[in-house]
């Protein structure tokens, strides 16, 4: 795809030169869609970004015309089409749920009334429960929970940011929000509710003194939601932050693990 690459920044830098580049954004968005490319990347342990995928992603937007397409007494009026033979995909899912072209979701996955939008990478066997979102570019790894109203944030923009990482086996709790490129590592655990954006403070309180992480949970981690005070000119008042409360045991069973987890420390999910 190095020809294509080079086509796709040029024109992204440069759109008068996008009439050349349609094959080579089209061809992306195709490799995308097929699982052979992916917006984000793990390589030697570290997280990185696809920039010129997701430049393509954005051109794809403005080479495509609106198109009214229908779903029994559904109707739409968009430029992207929902994706295509899901039966032999091996991946399920429920009326009104919506996978976009150039999403890819590994067999095993199941997609209640949710959404899983351009861009997304979903491995196999995790659930994208009902009103929950995937947004363009989020990576969701194997065997994760995404639960109902979830709201995981696209990073589309700049091609440079990293999109939203959930990495295998972690559970998301009802109403939980993501965005901003914040990364749950392997295992973790959100209770309801919990907003983690790039600049929330993440406090571990498991030990004599609370430690910060910020942008990253760390793997098994069981968090829930908190609040700190902040000054200000009008008073003291309690500003959102998240508390990590305690570790889920490594084990081969990640359900007993997690079932575990929610028991020992009460969590709502």
Same mark, same amino acid.
């Given at each position: ?97 919506? #996978? ?39 990576? #969701?790894?194997?065997?994760?929970? #995404? ?54 403070? #993440? ?67």
């Amino acid at each position: 795809m190095s020809e294509h690459r080079k086509l796709i920044d040029r024109a992204y830098e440069d759109l008068s030169l996008l009439p050349e580049a349609v094959e080579a954004v089209e061809e992306t968005i195709a490799a995308l869609d097929a699982g052979r490319l992916r917006a984000a990347e793990k390589r030697a342990g570290e997280w990185s970004v696809n920039e010129w995928v997701k430049r393509a992603i954005i051109l794809f937007f403005r080479i495509r015309e609106l198109e009214v397409s229908r779903a029994g007494v559904f109707e739409y009026n968009d430029k992207i089409p929902t994706k295509r033979n899901l039966a032999d995909a091996g991946v399920r899912v429920v009326p009104p749920g919506t #996978i976009r072209y150039g999403a890819f979701c590994e067999p095993g996955v199941v997609v209640m009334p949710g959404y899983v939008n351009i861009g997304a990478y979903v491995g196999a066997g995790s659930m994208i429960d009902t009103w929950a979102t995937v947004g363009s570019c989020a990576q #969701i790894g194997r065997d994760v929970h #995404i639960s109902g109203g979830v709201g995981i944030g696209g990073v589309l923009e700049p091609p440079s940011a990293r999109p939203v990482i959930v990495e295998d086996g972690a559970f998301i709790g009802s109403r939980c929000i993501l965005v901003e490129g914040v990364v749950v590592e392997e295992g973790a655990v959100l209770g309801a509710t919990t907003t983690i954006t790039a600049s929330t403070p #993440i406090y571990d309180v498991t030990g004599s003194e609370p430690v910060e992480h910020r942008g990253r949970v760390p793997a098994r981690s069981v968090v829930i939601p908190g609040t700190r005070p902040r000054e200000f000119p009008a008073g003291t008042y309690q500003l959102p932050c998240a508390l990590i409360i305690g570790r889920r045991s490594e084990s081969t069973d990640r359900k007993t693990s997690l079932n575990e987890a929610l028991r020992v420390f009460e969590v709502q999910v």
